[in-house]
């Protein structure tokens, strides 16, 4: 006998973890993890409005929006306890996780077991195996009780391979290669209460195999490539309580009849598999069936007396499938037992108004992904008990003012209770919009005041001025609809997104964006044709200059405007957010509209940023290989730092702008999950950066700019020197007619293709 006393923490430790291996498994499952059981309507006296709920035994109500939101709204913080969403199976397994009695541990530590390998670890007659590179079943006394072989190397079992351990009560193989298992090699483990097959190779697996398990309670058969089974697979199995076969490769079920050797099955996991066909014949032996799971599958319909048989059924998971369609009695002869189900991510399945009218002890209906049209609070008033939903949108959640817990709360722009969920939202698109307006307003009105040597472009950039003004005008009408709703919105969301205004808020945006979009890519073309062939003659005249502005406005007028026209192909192409701009796509999106937003978004704007980084590129190589026989080396240099700054800083901002907006529609149109937080940063800070930011690239730091305003203020300045001093009108009038007719800078003598106010 080895004497193995260090054995004992980790003995007592594994034991408990192998136990609550299948607890962290659900609790990845489930989405909302493990929190306490949900809070009742029963043990409160206190009578509140519909879609208000008591402060414990207060008399303090609050509205369903300050449920279980993680702030303390009440007074003794009764709102945020009991959130956790713990109908089904939470139950089931806490019933089962307080029979588990590691006591004994503490009791005996010694091995009392005469024959076990050296390479593995014995407490008591336990014996540990585990990552020690077996390749077979190792040699054990009778005697031994638990025995794990996890991580190994194990190919195949023989027949009769465990028959002398008639007291094993559990046994742990998964992990290994096992690839084949042969039909006698469970013979003789008549006490064997839990077995691990998971993570190995397992192919088929021959009728009959258990037979001799009279007494297995779990049998665990994830991660391996079966693809079918027989009903007669599972013969033997008459205690058997909990079944996973998660992540494997089953195209049906056995049948005629599942459960017809498993009498007892209360858990059964088919998680991630490939079944696509479930209906009463399947299951009509699986009565004590409590716990379903079939997420992940491809079922696509269920036929109306599919659960007719199973009168125990807590739990019934159906997300991430293919149903299209649900009977109106689907769920009728569940409506005594059933306490959670989930059908979330059908993203084609129709749910019509008597769905859920027979679920009346139903705790938790999971929704999420499912777009639901006609939506009706009277959906939801027959489920009298429920205290958790979850569905796709955070607006839907005004239809069941009676469920104390709605998911999700924000959408991460818009919350319950604001069109923009936080206060620097709020506060940004205010100071934003206010930027962008004024900035552009500025440069219009000086544009328009002062004089310029090249009025063709200062048309150009007037014009781009009055796009990007728009989007500042977008923001104001954003920030205005945001304090008309404060504090209702949910009331209004559904209304305001289908609406009129937030239709036209969206055309301006997008009008905004896309003609600003245009309008660079014109300028830098143009000025990339000056600089690059400077001995060309390709400036456009005032007549070209018109028909180009005219054909752009009337481009993104286009843009904007074609998803309005056919809402059957493009459906609320404006209003799927509560800022009414439609950068991100989701399941629900109609294919067309998802289509034209890429083509716009990935096709259009993608090209046009990549022309504008190639010519700015072209112009800078053009500029500095030409000034390399420079005598003056010095302001050669000079001239090329500062070439290079302005032709950077256009480049940046527009990257700046672009590239995350290009990499938020290439996640939505991969289907990766975008929280919403980052669509309203994209939306509110990074979209307005061009049009906030072209005014002062394209405009106040152009040196023939501020040349041309540091005379305007010298003139201002003499002018009202000399009305200070008495000088008579006709003095300043000979002054200015000097100052135009024969004084001029010596810095404005000498301009240069990179000085020229056309191209700044």
Not at 266 to 294: A, H, R
Not at 338 to 345: E, G, H
Not at 495 to 507: A, H, L, Q, R, V
Not at 724 to 742: C, H, I, N, Y
Request: charge should be neutral.
């Amino acid at each position: 006998m080895i004497n193995r006393n260090s054995s004992m923490s980790a003995g007592k430790v594994l034991t408990v973890l192998m136990d609550l291996r299948v607890v962290v498994l659900l609790v990845h499952l489930t989405h909302t993890g493990t929190k306490a059981s949900a809070l009742g309507h029963g043990e409160l006296d206190v009578q509140c409005p519909l879609g208000q709920f008591p402060c414990g035994n207060m008399s303090l109500c609050l509205p369903q929006a300050l449920q279980c939101n993680g702030h303390m709204d009440c007074p003794n913080g009764a709102d945020e306890r009991r959130c956790g969403d713990n109908a089904g199976w939470a139950d089931l397994f806490g019933q089962t996780l307080q029979s588990i009695s590691p006591v004994e541990y503490y009791i005996l530590t010694d091995c009392l077991l005469q024959e076990y390998p050296e390479s593995c670890e014995c407490v008591v007659t336990e014996v540990m195996c585990v990552r020690v590179g077996l390749q077979d079943v190792p040699r054990l006394s009778p005697n031994v009780t638990w025995l794990s072989l996890r991580s190994n190397k194990i190919k195949k079992l023989s027949d009769y391979v465990f028959s002398e351990y008639s007291a094993l009560e559990r046994l742990f193989l998964q992990n290994n290669s096992l690839q084949l298992i042969s039909k006698n090699a469970f013979s003789g483990l008549y006490s064997l209460k839990r077995l691990f097959l998971s993570e190995n190779l397992i192919s088929s697996l021959s009728p009959g195999v258990f037979k001799d398990l009279h007494q297995l309670e779990w049998l665990i058969l994830d991660h391996n490539p079966v693809t079918s089974l027989s009903s007669d697979t599972f013969f033997g199995l008459q205690s058997l309580l909990y079944l996973s076969m998660v992540d494997m490769s089953l195209k049906q079920l056995p049948h005629p009849s599942f459960c017809q050797h498993m009498p007892s099955l209360d858990w059964l996991d088919l998680e991630g598999n490939q079944i696509q066909t479930l209906n009463y014949s399947i299951l009509k032996t699986c009565s004590k069936l409590e716990v379903l799971l079939l997420m992940g599958n491809k079922i696509s319909s269920i036929p109306e007396n599919t659960f007719q048989s199973l009168w125990k059924l807590a739990e019934l998971n159906l997300s991430s499938n293919r149903i299209r369609e649900l009977s109106k009695n689907t769920f009728k002869n569940l409506s005594k037992s059933l306490l959670k189900l989930n059908i979330s991510y059908n993203p084609l399945l129709r749910i019509h108004s008597g769905h859920f009218n027979h679920l009346t002890h139903l705790q938790s209906l999971a929704l999420e992904g499912i777009e639901i049209q006609n939506i009706q609070t009277k959906m939801f008033l027959p489920m009298k008990n429920l205290s958790h939903i979850y569905f796709k949108t955070f607006q839907y959640c005004s239809y069941a003012p009676h469920v104390r817990s709605c998911k999700p709360n924000t959408d991460g722009i818009s919350s319950f209770e604001d069109l923009l969920a936080s206060m620097v939202l709020r506060v940004s698109v205010w100071v934003i919009a206010f930027i962008t307006c004024f900035g552009n307003l500025l440069v219009i009105g000086m544009r328009s005041l002062i004089r310029a040597e090249n009025n063709l472009h200062a048309a150009c950039i007037k014009v781009l001025c009055c796009a990007d003004c728009l989007m500042g005008v977008y923001l104001f009408f954003v920030g205005i609809f945001d304090v008309k709703f404060r504090g209702q919105y949910n009331r209004n969301a559904l209304i305001w997104m289908e609406s009129i205004e937030c239709k036209t808020i969206g055309f301006l945006a997008m009008l905004s964006s896309e003609v600003s979009v245009l309008l660079l890519t014109y300028l830098t073309l143009e000025k990339f044709l000056v600089i690059v062939f400077p001995f060309s003659n390709l400036r456009p005249g005032k007549l070209q200059t018109g028909v180009v502005l005219s054909s752009i406005w009337l481009t993104g007028f286009i843009i904007a405007a074609v998803p309005l026209m056919n809402e059957e192909i493009f459906g609320n192409y404006y209003g799927r957010n509560g800022v009414c701009f439609p950068l991100h796509s989701d399941r629900q999106e109609k294919p067309t509209a998802k289509g034209y937003s890429t083509g716009i978004f990935l096709g259009l704007n993608l090209a046009a940023f990549l022309v504008i980084l190639f010519c700015y590129s072209s112009m800078f190589f053009s500029i500095y290989k030409t000034g390399i026989n420079a005598t003056d080396l010095r302001s050669r240099l000079h001239k090329d730092v500062a070439v290079a700054n302005r032709f950077f800083f256009i480049v940046f901002s527009d990257a700046l702008c672009w590239i995350p907006i290009f990499l938020v529609k290439i996640l939505s149109i991969l289907e990766v999950e975008i929280p919403g937080t980052i669509s309203s940063w994209v939306v509110i800070f990074i979209l307005p950066i061009n049009s906030a930011l072209n005014p002062i690239l394209y405009t106040l730091t152009t040196s023939f700019f501020r040349e041309q305003v540091e005379m305007l203020l010298c003139r201002w300045q003499r002018r009202h020197s000399l009305k200070k001093d008495g000088k008579s009108l006709t003095s300043s009038t000979v002054f200015m007619e000097t100052s135009r007719g024969s004084y001029q800078p010596a810095y404005l003598q000498q301009v240069s293709l990179t000085d020229d106010p056309q191209y700044d």
